[in-house]
């Protein structure tokens, strides 16, 4: 096999230069810190800034040594591989004292910008954070949520958006059930002021002082505070708000059965046609009242998902899935004229999947601020989720994506204590009804005195959710809960219907400190029901599937919603009822979690810019030696996930090694760190690459490291070489490169990527140095690497040869989307040379272009060359 390698002269010059800055600056010059000195934590004042914004960065810094220190404090801020400003400081601290020290920066002018800042002492010890420059948060939206709204002191409110937004870098807030009703959400008794409290659909007590103490606090650091709201939904009762039942939407034609939501609790949630014009100016007014009279940005729209064969009022079919986009582009106009800048809207896509239901609606057709989508059954591999989000952003322009996706949902995670192993009285054990844990359950648990006590041991000082699996035939029951001897509070245990069912949603949280405590379930008086009690779990999130998960999401182009406020300050979401705690993060994942969002801030620009085109999901772009790979998140494999943008390409790693199955909210094993991954990345032959970068939010903080590169030429195609330091979740790896637009537009065949054929020339009349050929097999593939310069309608043409006597196909996929099937009719022979097309619309930048033989084409070609026109 011929092969052509060099190493870049001007790689080497740029990689040292960064090497001096690095070593300058100490990011990796210790590998234990020669000082007492300690950087503990850099954060700013605001969520986000306007270009040409003061960003006010705040370190916190120690001093554990026996002695005073005084010494130089470094700060350096970068944009992706460049770095932007540096500054520095003398800083003293006396022996054991904390202090807090500040540094200012006028951010650049350049408007949608991420940036990673570096505090450092020239002793080694560093610590990093991250600046969102952008006029406009719904580009990047990094969304939390705020659900508790009973009495809460302020200092409590200001502590959890300072650490929301100052560690997680959130920048908006949805506030989730903070409303009276669906259809009035502000309650008025008088009919004209607004009541200092009132309950919602689930009986808890919201404090109007509460919502707006939040709402000013969100405001003070630049973030944007979202209403909360149904779409389409009033209350039972509805009539006498002013609400028709002839706008609503029913399961029959006589308009006796309107859709609803029963809640089991004499409430009802009862729906109306999204494009009834009334309807739209009903729910109109009461978003514009959350605008005026609460002071929040906008509107977040939520709505029940499926429901097909419905009708309106007058018996006539009514498609619901399609009519999303004629309510939310009414009620945007309608926000737009009240008060432009609090006029953002966004829509629950529910149940999201490819070409799901209501997906291509509200993703082609709303104008909405950016997408947001709740992910439940349809979605449920890495995959599956990939190939959502680079659906939904194609199809709705490139707009910003959240997802609202349940981490371990249904899972009974966290330690776990069995009953049969506690101390009890009054209960015994059995096994005669199925889906216990252990080796049996604790029945007969029906009388006063009865109790069971487990001994516990907890490693760190935190809240815990207590978790109870339990059976439960038919009454609803409750169980006192003490720990350490004192009552906490009182657990109700639901009826499933039956004995054979163990369920899990049975739990209260405590703050426990680090070690040994007792946890007793009593049945005291007051208390109700029979249960069959299982086990206790300390109700926790597994680390291993939410750092995955989120590395599938960000690598795919999507953020989640998943923080809010609540215990300790912050809290993570495990259910679709944004108040249910009944799983906590460990220290451990907090810690993941800030430098996460640190690192997806920092490199906003390669992981959700607009102008990122996608590639598809075919092994040959890259190889990894001795590694098993894929580019559809199989389980057991290092998981590929390629990008473009004008300058760089962008290969994110993420490690599926360990994973046991495919589903990303899945429990998973912790992935196995892998080192020295020797990787060939193949791109387009014209690509002069001047830099290879890996970063990640496991690394180094989120430092950007420059790797040692080489090119060369092999029979695949053109490559870049590099070994991957580490990779224990995900490594971001992004190439600098300029791709120029050939002569006459025109990619030789014999120079792109090439998979299972081979070049020749030895037939006339070819272009450039040969042609491919042996293009004859089901999985033969030419991948080129194109330039476009400007939007439009393009067509790509393929020069080719066919002497088979009949008409070879082939199809065509554009950045892993498929575009047409190409006819090459049969020619003279294979000294003949001839032209087919597709036409597609292509973006400015940089896109793939696969010709590929799947199991619907038919006989072989030698094809010479693409010219895009």
Request: hydrophobic share 35%.
């Amino acid at each position: 096999m011929f092969m052509v390698m060099k190493i870049h002269e001007h790689g080497k010059i740029a990689i040292a230069i960064l090497a001096i800055i690095l070593l300058a600056n100490c990011i990796n010059c210790y590998a234990s810190y020669a000082s007492d000195i300690h950087v503990n934590r850099v954060y700013t004042d605001k969520a986000r800034y306007n270009p040409g914004d003061t960003v006010t960065i705040s370190v916190d810094l120690s001093n554990t040594g026996i002695g005073d220190w005084s010494g130089t404090l470094n700060l350096l801020i970068t944009h992706l591989e460049t770095v932007v400003y540096s500054s520095s400081k003398t800083v003293s601290i006396n022996s054991g004292q904390d202090i807090t020290t500040t540094f200012s920066w006028v951010t650049p002018i350049i408007d949608h910008q991420g940036y990673l800042i570096k505090v450092y002492t020239n002793a080694g010890d560093y610590q990093t954070g991250a600046v969102d420059v952008s006029s406009d948060w719904t580009k990047y939206p990094r969304y939390g949520y705020i659900q508790d709204f009973g009495d809460i002191t302020q200092n409590t409110i200001d502590t959890q958006i300072n650490t929301l937004t100052q560690d997680f870098y959130i920048n908006s807030f949805q506030f989730y059930d903070w409303m009276w009703r669906h259809e009035v959400p502000i309650s008025r008794s008088d009919g004209i002021n607004i009541d200092a409290s009132w309950e919602d659909l689930f009986g808890r007590r919201i404090v109007w002082n509460t919502v707006q103490s939040y709402i000013s606090a969100i405001h003070s650091k630049n973030a944007k505070a979202m209403a909360y709201m149904m779409s389409y939904a009033a209350r039972e009762g509805y009539d006498n708000y002013g609400v028709s039942p002839t706008w609503g939407v029913f399961w029959d034609t006589n308009h006796a059965s309107q859709l609803n939501v029963d809640f089991g609790n004499g409430k009802y949630l009862w729906l109306f046609a999204p494009t009834n014009a009334n309807w739209q100016n009903y729910i109109g007014n009461a978003y514009v009242e959350c605008i005026n009279a609460g002071g929040f940005d906008g509107i977040q729209m939520d709505q029940m998902g499926q429901r097909d064969n419905v009708y309106d009022y007058f018996g006539n079919r009514y498609d619901l899935q399609n009519s999303f986009s004629s309510l939310i582009n009414a009620i945007k106009t309608r926000l737009v004229n009240n008060n432009p800048s609090r006029s953002y809207v966004d829509f629950n896509i529910v149940d999201g999947a490819v070409n799901g239901w209501a997906v291509n609606d509200v993703s082609s057709n709303a104008n909405t601020d950016f997408n947001y989508s709740e992910i439940w059954w349809k979605a449920n591999n890495y995959n599956d989720i990939r190939n959502y989000i680079e659906q939904v952003r194609s199809k709705s322009g490139k707009k910003a994506l959240v997802l609202a996706a349940y981490m371990n949902y249904n899972e009974n995670t966290g330690d776990r204590y069995e009953a049969e192993n506690a101390v009890y009285y009054g209960v015994d054990v059995e096994s005669n009804h199925p889906g216990y844990s252990g080796t049996g359950f604790l029945q007969n648990f029906a009388h006063e005195g009865d109790y069971v006590q487990f001994d516990i041991n907890v490693s760190e000082s935190r809240y815990y959710a207590l978790v109870f699996q339990y059976g439960n035939r038919s009454d609803h029951a409750t169980r006192s809960i003490y720990v350490d001897g004192s009552k906490i509070g009182v657990v109700g245990f639901h009826p499933q219907g039956t004995w054979d069912a163990f369920v899990h949603d049975a739990y209260i949280n405590v703050f426990l400190t680090a070690g040994n405590h007792t946890i007793r379930v009593a049945y005291d008086r007051g208390d109700t029901g029979a249960i069959n009690l299982d086990c206790m779990t300390l109700g926790e999130f597994n680390e291993a599937s939410v750092r995955l998960a989120n590395a599938a999401f960000a690598a795919s182009g999507a953020t989640h919603i998943e923080l809010g406020a609540g215990l300790d300050d912050v809290t993570m979401l495990p259910h679709e009822y944004y108040p249910n705690t009944s799983k906590v993060m460990s220290e451990s994942l907090k810690t993941s979690m800030k430098e996460h969002y640190k690192f997806i801030t920092a490199y906003e620009n390669l992981l959700f810019d607009s102008n990122i085109n996608y590639s598809d999901q075919g092994n040959q772009y890259i190889s990894i030696a001795n590694q098993p790979i894929s580019g559809d998140g199989s389980p057991g494999t290092i998981w590929h996930i390629t990008r473009m943008t004008v300058d760089y390409d962008i290969l994110h790693l993420i490690n599926l090694k360990s994973e046991n199955d495919a589903r990303w909210r899945n429990w998973t094993n912790t992935p196995v760190k892998q080192s020295n991954l020797a990787v060939k990345y193949y791109m387009s032959p014209e690509a002069d690459v001047t830099g290879v970068y890996v970063a990640s939010p496991d690394l180094d903080h989120g430092i950007t490291h420059a790797l040692n590169y080489t090119t060369g030429t092999d029979s695949v195609g053109f490559y870049v070489s590099f070994t991957v330091p580490s990779l224990e979740y995900w490594d971001m790896i992004y190439i600098k490169r300029t791709i120029p637009v050939p002569k006459d537009n025109r990619y030789e065949a014999e120079d792109a990527i090439k998979t299972n054929v081979s070049t020749n020339n030895n037939h006339a009349g070819y272009t450039g140095s040969g042609f491919v050929d042996g293009f004859a097999e089901q999985g033969d593939e030419v991948t080129f690497q194109v330039n476009i310069s400007t939007a439009g309608n393009h067509t790509l043409t393929f020069r080719y040869a066919n002497d088979t006597g009949y008409t070879s196909t082939r199809q065509i996929y554009v950045d892993g989307v498929h575009v047409g099937t190409l006819y090459m009719p049969d020619l003279a022979n294979w000294d003949t040379w001839s032209t087919a097309s597709v036409n597609t619309y292509l973006t400015p930048g940089i896109h793939t272009v696969c010709i590929y033989y799947d199991n619907t084409c038919a006989h072989a070609i030698n094809l010479d060359n693409l010219t895009v026109y």
